[in-house]
């Protein structure tokens, strides 16, 4: 039989192995005029024992040096996640493997208590999310990213949390205490209000107008969030531009910031093949707007230059998003969070003082 390529609700078309890999599996006719279609593709899900958890970074892009990630790989099947190409490092597809073979950490709270125990630790506000969705769907039944957020408010340690996922309501009894002390900002990624564009790119992912109602949820909880126009996409999704951050104010945002599309190592063929199934008409405009921004390329990744691009275009974006902010009251540059307040809690074994 031949088999047609066909896989609802998940974001990339292909499985192509990834780059550190010796060999390559394809699917191939084989010679019958009759298809069948593939099975439905079912979300696996291993457990990784973690030996650390906290990592570094000296990024300039990044406001941020230490991250947290408590799964590796995202349900939500963003076909535009640049996070994609990680999974190449398990011997994994940074394609269908991405969404659909993910790897959790169950003993992610135990590690971070530790880390954040040690004598030498110096605190700075931890980023969660930067990698994988925190509150994707396997969340609801794991409570990995709960677990890490217990030990977080325990110590009084900052974080700054970004996500599509409205599970993230879920844990409003202790994201709530922790923004009235400093603790915790939100940021919640918007990338069109166009629902049926939103489910093509971000099949798993809840639908703008639910992610909308999470920044109102989390304002009126007193947490405060930042609506991440991010990424934009080039001759797709660019119009859109101050709508998204209108919506976003008008939903209780205070900040706002944004990214364009990036398209590193394996991304890139995704995502063509992704404007090829969707968007065959606009599929030369999309790409030409990013070479152009790239110096000729699908992807610079010199600091400085990946997450926004270069030239005439690129800055237009940025003059419009500088002036929707202002004319809406946004934010973008935020004071530090507390850091002020860190204190491991008292553990068993601790001698008590005498004071």
């Known amino acids: 039989m031949a088999v047609r390529m066909n896989h609802p609700g998940r974001g990339a078309a292909s499985n192509s192995a990834g780059r550190f890999e010796k060999y390559l599996t394809e699917l191939t006719e084989d010679g019958w005029d009759l298809f069948e279609d593939l099975p439905p593709l079912r979300t696996e899900v291993q457990d990784e024992v973690a030996r650390s958890l906290i990592t570094y970074n000296k990024s300039p892009d990044l406001p941020f040096d230490r991250s947290i990630n408590p799964y590796r790989g995202c349900e939500h099947g963003c076909v535009y996640c640049f996070a994609r190409p990680t999974h190449a490092y398990l011997g994994l597809s940074p394609g269908l493997d991405f969404e659909t073979r993910l790897i959790a950490r169950p003993n992610a709270a135990e590690i971070l208590r530790r880390e954040l125990s040690a004598r030498r630790y110096k605190v700075a506000t931890i980023a969660l999310g930067t990698n994988t969705d925190p509150y994707q769907p396997i969340e609801k039944s794991r409570e990995i990213t709960r677990g890490c957020l217990q030990v977080l408010s325990d110590f009084q340690h900052p974080i700054g949390i970004v996500t599509k996922g409205t599970l993230i309501e879920r844990d409003l009894d202790i994201l709530a205490p922790m923004a009235r002390y400093g603790l915790v900002r939100v940021g919640i990624s918007l990338t069109t209000l166009d629902a049926n564009l939103s489910r093509q790119m971000e099949p798993r992912a809840p639908s703008p107008l639910r992610r909308l109602r999470t920044i109102r949820v989390l304002t009126e909880a007193g947490i405060p969030v930042r609506v991440m126009t991010s990424p934009v996409v080039p001759g797709l999704t660019d119009h859109e531009l101050e709508k998204l951050l209108e919506a976003g104010k008008q939903a209780g945002a205070d900040a706002a910031s944004w990214i364009m599309l990036r398209l590193p190592r394996e991304v890139s063929e995704l995502w063509r093949e992704w404007l090829t199934e969707h968007q065959p008409g606009r599929a030369e405009k999309v790409m030409a707007r990013l070479r152009e921004m790239h110096g000729g390329k699908e992807y610079d990744p010199r600091w400085g230059h990946r997450m926004r691009g ?33 204190a491991p809690p008292p553990q068993s074994g601790d001698q008590l003082s005498l004071f």
Do not use: H
């Open 310 to 342: 270069e030239g005439t275009y690129a800055e237009m974006i940025a003059q419009r998003f500088s002036a929707a902010v202002k004319r809406l009251g946004l934010a973008v540059d935020l004071p530090p969070l507390n850091c002020a307040d860190f």
